[in-house]
């Protein structure tokens, strides 16, 4: 038994979807037949069900790179190999709107906890074959998607005395800022995961926003579950 994840190893799956928001966990569990939540634990859920067919587990972390770092050795260490981030994502630039599907090809690495695990000069990237996979099933669903660049940090509501790292980013062509892909990618890259992240923007960082931003950001959601659990199968069935 883990210490924090406490279920039995054959409720794990190989194959894992890993949502910050737990809530955003169970609406995906709701794509499996017959989901069983087999484990809730130190704010972890877990869900493990079937996705046409194939066995899938999924977790709501929580949010931040450790959570995200504890939960997914555990689950590793029950067999799971294949994590794909299914996040939110504030953006910056100017043709990215609420509702909009990131995918990640790479984060630049401002959280701690992957620091205790490689050092800053190892880039923070996905597994190509996840990457590759993700953007085949965004195709195939006919889901307009941006892939780049992302960042993801431990603080969201840092101050800033200044918006000298936005106007940054934006120059440099970042796509997202959220929480959690600098852990997953440094991790799996450590311990031999697979790994992709994939993020529905909430536009926190816009300056102006649509006047359904709710809506709009929870299409969004949707649209980047369906191409997780769509990658995550074609991903199963090469296995
Ligand atoms: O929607 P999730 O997956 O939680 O991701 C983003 O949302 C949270 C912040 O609002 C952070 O966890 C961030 O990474
Ligand atoms: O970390 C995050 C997540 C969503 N939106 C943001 O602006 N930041």
């Given at each position: 038994m883990e210490w924090h994840i406490?279920?039995?190893?054959?409720?794990?799956?190989?194959y894992v979807l890993c949502p910050g928001d737990q809530a955003r966990a169970k609406k995906i569990a709701d794509h499996f037949d017959s989901p069983r939540l087999v484990a809730d634990s130190r704010g972890y859920v877990v869900y493990t069900g079937e996705y046409k067919g194939v066995p899938m587990t999924v977790i709501g972390t929580g949010m931040g790179g450790p959570v995200v770092a504890i939960g997914l050795e555990e689950l590793a260490h029950m067999g799971a190999d294949t994590f794909i981030r299914v996040g939110s994502c504030g953006v910056f630039q100017d043709f990215q709107q609420v509702g909009d599907v990131v995918i990640g090809s790479g984060t630049v690495r401002e959280g701690g906890t992957s620091t205790a695990y490689l050092p800053l000069r190892f880039p923070a990237v996905p597994t190509f074959s996840v990457l590759r996979a993700l953007v085949e099933a965004a195709e195939a669903l006919d889901i307009p998607v941006t892939v780049g660049v992302g960042s993801a940090g431990d603080a969201f509501y840092a101050p800033r005395e200044d918006n000298s790292r936005g106007e940054l980013y934006q120059k440099a062509g970042i796509v997202s800022v959220e929480m959690e892909s600098d852990t997953l990618f440094i991790v799996g890259q450590y311990r031999g995961w697979r790994t992709g992240a994939l993020y529905a923007s909430d536009?926190?960082?816009?300056a102006t926003k649509p006047e359904d931003k709710e809506a709009d950001f929870r299409r969004g959601e949707e649209n980047a579950i369906v191409i997780a659990l769509e990658a995550m199968l074609k991903i199963a069935q090469g296995d």
């Open positions: 406490k279920c039995d190893a054959k409720d794990i799956a190989r536009g926190t960082n816009k």
